[in-house]
């Protein structure tokens, strides 16, 4: 079963509107992580929150966590065209090494 | 430049066939994975090997095995191909067990 599942599963926005995504897991983890996939290509690491942290920031990107509410959520401001591709969350449970993922939001941004 | 490849890039496969998917890192990473991502939905886990010599069962290991008998390579065999496991392949490596994961191009894998 999916540990990290996203919400929602597509999201389109216009250029230079800010765009959030969700993310929920079912266990505790060890970290949590954001991936970022262009169409037809590998995913490429966004961003690692580890579960003693709250909120991280990377240029135009935060992330939160909360642990309490199993949930994380990305948040990227000032969108351009060029985010325009599918974001997956990670959840790591230190097990292992296995990360689980969720199934992604696809978001569109239109210029 | 320092990465992860695989090879091939893509692959039409008839049933019954024997096949290795590739999988080479230059990073010196201790952990290795291979996963499957089936169209519209996200990665699920094949198997993994936390370091050289040890391998590991993921969330979808059936008709398919793996060595990985040094540090670089971590090869992917399907023993006899079945259409269900048509489907875009990536290994990843990190550094060590929770870790980011890098990436690599995947190999799209079509099974007749």
């Known amino acids: 079963s999916q540990q990290g599942e996203e919400d929602p599963q597509a999201l389109s926005i216009q250029e230079g509107e800010n765009a959030t995504m969700n993310c929920s897991y079912k266990t505790s983890i060890n970290n949590l992580q954001w991936y970022r996939q262009n169409s037809g290509r590998g995913l490429v690491h966004l961003i690692l929150i580890r579960s003693n942290e709250r909120e991280k920031h990377s240029g135009r990107l935060r992330v939160t966590l909360d642990t309490s509410k199993k949930s994380s959520s990305l948040l990227i401001t000032a969108s351009r065209a060029a985010d325009t591709a599918s974001y997956f969350c990670?959840?790591?449970?230190?097990?292992?090494?296995?990360?689980?993922f969720g199934d992604g939001t696809t978001l569109t941004v239109k210029p | 430049i320092a990465g992860i490849t695989q090879a091939p890039t893509s692959q039409i496969l008839a049933a019954g066939r024997r096949m290795t998917l590739r999988c080479t890192q230059d990073m010196r990473h201790n952990a290795m994975y291979w996963y499957r991502q089936d169209l519209g939905l996200g990665l699920r886990l094949i198997h993994y090997?936390?370091?050289?010599?040890?391998?590991g069962k993921g969330e979808v290991p059936d008709g398919y095995s793996v060595s990985r008998a040094n540090t670089d390579d971590f090869p992917l065999t399907l023993a006899s191909a079945v259409p269900s496991q048509t489907s875009v392949y990536f290994c990843a490596s990190s550094e060590g067990q929770t870790d980011t994961q890098y990436f690599g191009p995947g190999t799209r894998l079509t099974v007749l």
């Open positions: 090997s936390n370091t050289a010599g040890t391998t």
């Open positions: 990670a959840t790591d449970r230190g097990d292992a090494g296995k990360s689980t």
